[in-house]
């Protein structure tokens, strides 16, 4: 039988292409371009060009669709798919895996341990091959989970902390009275006054500051357990309260007293309000349990030990540390022989202050299983196959420069960079060929020296027979590239075409491409004076995660970079110490919400102090990644605060006022104004029964969320869907004579997000993108100066023409008086800053310190310093390949 050569044209394997014709997906304009298979492709362009709807949402949505047609519609159902893309044809499209950022979700108990299923396999190996205290039988593997009731330690159910309520954390102020509220953690308004009152009736004195009050009386009122009823005289005096008791005068009512500690407990457990649950964690400590000292397990799991270890300290251990300890067992078996810088990793840098490729190889495996004491034959054979087993993934982990993460570090506490790269390992592992790998941004949260790591084992997966689609914004990476495909020109409605698609070279004859302007510009920098500090912010003793009583000085009024390799301690010293202990300073609360509760709970402590430089300080802003909302309900214009104008230049309309219609009308989270059939939400899920739930435009409202009443109130001849559905570019021209409105646009549009939807859901932002929304806010406020601007990675997601807009706000911030200190990668920020201050020298233990702190040109002189060969070549404008 002869094949039809129409159809064996079009067959995966016999096409050197994934050929795309025409893309409509988004802002795509009938896109048609040819993709090499089997190579390194990366999609440039300005944030909002179309990149990743030509690379995730048509590419990669319909690799899946197409896969998910084979599967039964049953278990279809049960997998997450995306949408169904526009486009006229796709051939030679391979099955895909996509590897995005992403946030992880908020839980106390998923760590890298769980996520990579390393730690399973840790629970096996100590089941079976472990060493146990004499006469105790052996455990099961689920013995060996904190995440079960078998395993976990019974004082803190597998958290490694426990929650302690004290005194210190409910009477925050010793000096009040309980009159004057000094008992913080006791709810607010009625309840509370009901409280003390019911303490008057008791007998207690609540004019006397808390501090003189006799110990047995604070311990009673705190941490009692009884709930006495008494009656409540509302509005009385203690005097004549005790008046009216000895007189046996008719109460207004009963009361029921509660302690502190018990109503916090209570509430945390029980309340259904959100706000209420925040408001009582902020008076509930976390500690490091004291049964299990942090390890989560029970006693006899953790009496049984491998190499001399009980399994909580092994998994605490960072992931260098843990291959070599695992490195014996698995024997002369172990054939990984990983570059000599994946156990000495930091070692190598700090002599060659560049990544190893080549240069010899480290034997993991050097000590042989049978000099292994104290296991039996059989124990022996179980110990080599299981940890050859770890060993492998551990080293896929450490090649991807992740051996400073721990297998109990917690999710939450990660980037998603660092989620990312740790799924990559997954995949290199699974020794998968002729897929694409689609990957979104893969050196967000990577010093350079990290990123040639990341590239040698993207250039695994390639040599194993796969094709890898990265969407990138780092210049490096695209010069490494097989094949550019650039889109642009511009962001939303001005972008959507393919500018250039073919080897890097290429770009470089194509005028409308920004990208071209930023690839091949080998110019320096023009000449700056660095601005002088208005003073010194001087921390002492500092320790927090590697960071151990350290000393260091901030210049304020000036731009400040912190730089060094992932896991070096700069998180810990910019968004975690500096943040706290002036936060601390000037009053501010702690973690508000439940993933920065977990993530402060997951982490050491912050100790240290302000040595001097703080009272020049008034504000400090934290402009973090985090989601501005975790429903698609919170949106650009919400955030911002701009829409509440919106929605009272409606209600002062003629037609609103005549029917009156107030601003709370125009609101699609209000019943009398939104749409009735989707609440608002503009979308129906359709139940499919055995197929996957789909959601469709609602049929009533059309996606526009409001009720027809409410759409028919027209501003300019546009109503407020209309108005949602601008991006922030057509929504400036709009409101031009309206200031209110006006100003959060311009702002919005200056830091390079005028692509975005005025109703964009939270839910569809970057973290990039939920940042830059964030600090456009904090931009509107009135600049009075001597406020301390903290940003962590402010170029993630950015290209770099978006980076220039990025860094004309941040100077505008300084000029204004402020300090902005900012943790970052990218060396072209990092040479246009005042001050830089270099952290390392390596990753976990081996960073922590400050190798050098000084002007730009400095650093890039020091010999010591990793981040030097990076950003010397920025300085003097060449390209580290030249």
Not at 498 to 524: C, I, K, M, N, Q
Not at 751 to 778: C, D, F, M, V
């Amino acid at each position: 039988m002869v094949d039809d050569p129409e159809q064996s044209k079009d067959r995966p394997r016999t096409d050197p292409c994934v050929r795309v014709r025409g893309a409509r997906e988004h802002n795509l304009k009938n896109v048609d371009v040819d993709l090499p298979r089997d190579a390194l492709v990366v999609f440039s362009g300005v944030s909002g060009s179309g990149k990743s709807s030509l690379a995730f949402g048509t590419l990669y949505a319909e690799a899946q669709r197409r896969y998910l047609e084979s599967v039964a519609p049953y278990a279809r159902r049960l997998i997450d798919q995306a949408g169904v893309p526009e486009f006229d044809s796709i051939t030679g499209l391979p099955p895909a895996v996509a590897l995005q950022q992403q946030r992880a979700t908020p839980s106390a108990r998923s760590s890298v341990g769980s996520v990579t299923t390393i730690s399973n396999s840790l629970r096996m190996l100590y089941s079976r091959a472990g060493t146990y205290p004499p006469r105790q039988p052996m455990l099961y593997a689920e013995d060996f989970s904190p995440n079960t009731v078998q395993g976990a330690c019974p004082t803190c159910h597998g958290l490694g902390r426990t929650y302690e309520v004290t005194e210190r954390t409910m009477v925050p102020d010793d000096s009040l009275t309980i009159r004057e509220r000094a008992i913080a953690a006791w709810p607010p308004a009625w309840h509370g006054q009901n409280l003390r009152d019911i303490l008057v009736t008791l007998g207690h004195d609540v004019d006397t500051p808390w501090r003189a009050l006799p110990r047995k009386v604070r311990d009673w009122i705190l941490f009692t357990d009884d709930q006495p009823t008494v009656p409540v005289y509302a509005g009385f005096t203690p005097a004549e309260t005790r008046a009216a008791l000895r007189s046996k005068m008719e109460p207004s009512y009963q009361g029921t007293f509660t302690g502190a500690r018990k109503y916090v407990l209570h509430t945390f457990a029980t309340t259904q309000s959100d706000l209420m649950k925040k408001r009582v964690a902020r008076f509930m400590e976390p500690s490091t349990c004291p049964t299990c000292k942090g390890r989560r397990l029970k006693r006899e799991a953790l009496s049984v030990t491998f190499a001399g270890k009980d399994i909580g300290t092994l998994s605490q251990l960072p992931l260098s540390e843990l291959a070599s300890v695992l490195a014996p067992a698995a024997g002369g078996s172990f054939s990984g022989k990983p570059d000599a810088n994946v156990l000495s990793r930091d070692a190598a840098r700090r002599a060659t202050a560049k990544r190893a490729a080549a240069g010899g190889s480290a034997h993991l495996g050097a000590p042989d299983v049978r000099n292994t004491p104290a296991l039996s034959e059989e124990k022996r054979i179980a110990a080599q196959r299981i940890a050859h087993d770890v060993l492998r993934r551990v080293t896929t982990l450490l090649e991807l420069g992740l051996g400073y993460l721990s297998l109990d570090r917690l999710t939450p506490t990660l980037s998603p960079g660092e989620q990312q790269r740790m799924r990559l390992a997954t995949q290199i592992r699974s020794n998968l060929f002729g897929v694409v790998y689609v990957l979104d941004e893969p050196s967000a949260g990577l010093h350079p020296a990290d990123s040639e790591a990341l590239l040698t084992a993207l250039d695994r997966l390639k040599a194993a027979g796969n094709s890898l689609f990265v969407v990138e914004h780092d210049l490096d990476i695209m010069r490494r590239a097989d094949w550019l495909v650039d889109v642009g020109p511009d962001a939303g409605e001005k972008g959507g075409q393919v500018l250039f698609s073919g080897p890097p070279a290429g770009l470089r004859a194509v005028e409308t491409s920004h990208t071209a302007r930023y690839l091949f510009d080998t110019a320096p920098p023009p000449p700056r004076t660095p601005r002088e500090p208005a003073g010194w912010l001087a921390l002492a003793q500092v320790s927090c995660n590697n960071l151990s009583r350290l000393d260091i000085e901030f210049p304020l009024g000036v731009l400040t970079a912190v730089t060094g390799v992932s896991g070096s301690g700069k998180s810990s010293l910019v968004t975690r110490a500096l943040t706290e202990l002036v936060a601390a300073h000037l009053g501010h609360e702690g973690p508000q919400d439940e993933e920065d509760r977990i993530e402060a709970a997951a982490q050491d402590r912050v100790t240290g102090h302000i040595a001097r430089g703080a009272e020049s300080l008034r504000r400090l802003v934290h402009v973090d990644q985090k989601p501005i909302g975790r429903t698609p309900r919170s949106n650009l214009a919400t955030y911002t605060g701009l829409f509440d104008h919106v929605r009272k230049l409606f209600a002062a309309t003629p037609a609103a006022r005549a029917r009156r219609f107030d601003a709370g009308r125009f609101s699609f989270n209000v019943a009398k104004g939104r749409c009735d059939t989707c609440e608002g939400e503009g979308f129906v899920s359709v139940e499919l029964l055995f197929m996957p739930s789909v959601y469709a435009p609602c049929p009533t409202c059309h996606g526009a969320r409001y009720n027809e009443k409410t759409l028919a109130i027209r501003w300019r001849d546009k109503s407020i869907a209309d108005i949602l559905r601008m991006t922030v570019d057509e929504a400036v021209g709009f409101f031009i004579d309206e200031p209110a409105v006006e100003r959060p646009l311009i702002l919005l549009q200056a830091i390079g997000l005028g692509y975005l939807r005025l109703g964009q859901p939270a839910t569809e932002l970057s973290g990039g993108e939920a940042q830059r929304i964030k600090l456009a806010t904090e931009l509107q406020r009135a600049q009075r100066g001597s406020g301390l601007y903290v940003l962590d990675e402010p170029t993630t997601g950015l290209h770099p023409s978006d980076v220039d807009k990025l860094m004309l706000q941040l100077n505008g911030l300084v000029a204004a008086g402020n300090t902005v200190i900012v943790v970052e990668h990218d060396m072209r920020v990092v040479a246009a800053c005042d001050w830089v201050i270099d952290m390392g020298p390596g990753a976990g233990h081996e960073g922590g310190r400050v190798v050098v702190a000084g002007l730009p040109a400095h650093v890039a002189a020091s010999a010591s310093s990793v981040t030097a060969p990076y950003l010397a070549p920025v300085l003097h404008g060449r390209s580290r390949e030249s």
